[in-house]
């Protein structure tokens, strides 16, 4: 598709199971973010890739985060030991390389993981 | 670090009627982007219009406009002839210039939830 595409829309987890959320950006957008939007909250950063590269990942609350994008197209997002607090949509955006982009993220329309 | 505020967690308008949602920032930065984005219920978020800090002249997009005020770091968003599509939540967000890092981060407000009315 054109757009920005996320999977799985829906994720339940039970308490301490891991998890992977998977991101397909549009076609030859070079940047990647993701974000995770909490209920009822703006979206907040969680990290950044150019290409392959995670050039940011400031925005991962623990070390239970884990996200990867091997070949510069798709990308994971990885909890692991998932807690109640997980609970949030996760949102990819996808952009084209910062220096040709005046910041227009395109979204996907995101991933809600709810934690039992 | 930047900060988005956003003191306006809902709003109603009749169709037709025009409506202006409010954001403050605050930022030490003096390059920067400003955008309001659009998230319907289905959550997938669209840019709605976008504001260069440089730049005087206020951005405009078909019916929906800003008054941008550098000094007063207020960005608010006008929509005109409201339409029954518009209902959604709209986030205020703060890029920095990317010549200065920054890389495309956006920093979110809390959001407004806008209901269009018959």
């Known amino acids: 598709g054109a757009g920005v595409s996320q999977s799985p829309r829906y994720k339940v987890a039970k308490r301490g199971q891991d998890v992977a959320l998977r991101c397909d950006p549009i076609?030859?957008?070079?940047?990647l973010f993701w974000y995770q939007q909490a209920l009822g909250q703006g979206p907040e950063f969680l990290t950044y890739?150019?290409?392959?590269?995670?050039?940011?990942k400031s925005g991962l609350p623990s070390d239970r985060f884990f996200a990867e994008r091997p070949e510069g197209s798709v990308s994971t997002l990885k909890i692991q030991r998932t807690q109640q607090e997980d609970s949030a949509v996760y949102l990819c955006?996808?952009?084209?390389?910062?220096?040709?982009?005046?910041?227009?993220?395109?979204f996907g329309e995101g991933s809600r993981l709810t934690v039992l | 670090a930047q900060t988005v505020t956003q003191s306006q967690p809902e709003m109603s308008v009749q169709e037709a009627e025009t409506v202006t949602l409010s954001c403050t920032y605050d930022?030490?930065?003096?390059?920067?982007?400003l955008f309001w984005y659009k998230q319907p219920p289905s959550r997938q978020m669209i840019l709605v219009i976008r504001?260069?800090?440089?730049?005087?002249q206020n951005a405009t997009e078909n019916r929906f406009s800003v008054n941008f005020q550098k000094a007063a770091k207020s960005f608010s968003l006008k929509i005109s002839d409201s339409q029954l599509g518009d209902t959604a939540m709209y986030f205020c967000?703060?890029?920095?210039?990317?010549?200065?890092?920054?890389?495309?981060?956006?920093?979110f407000g809390t959001g407004t939830q806008l209901k269009v009315e018959l």
């Open positions: 955006a996808s952009s084209l390389a910062f220096l040709e982009n005046t910041g227009e993220l395109f």
């Open positions: 076609s030859g957008h070079v940047s």
């Open positions: 890739f150019q290409n392959e590269a995670q050039l940011d």
């Open positions: 930022t030490s930065e003096s390059n920067y982007y």
């Open positions: 504001q260069e800090a440089y730049k005087q």
């Open positions: 967000a703060f890029m920095k210039h990317v010549l200065t890092g920054g890389g495309n981060k956006l920093t």
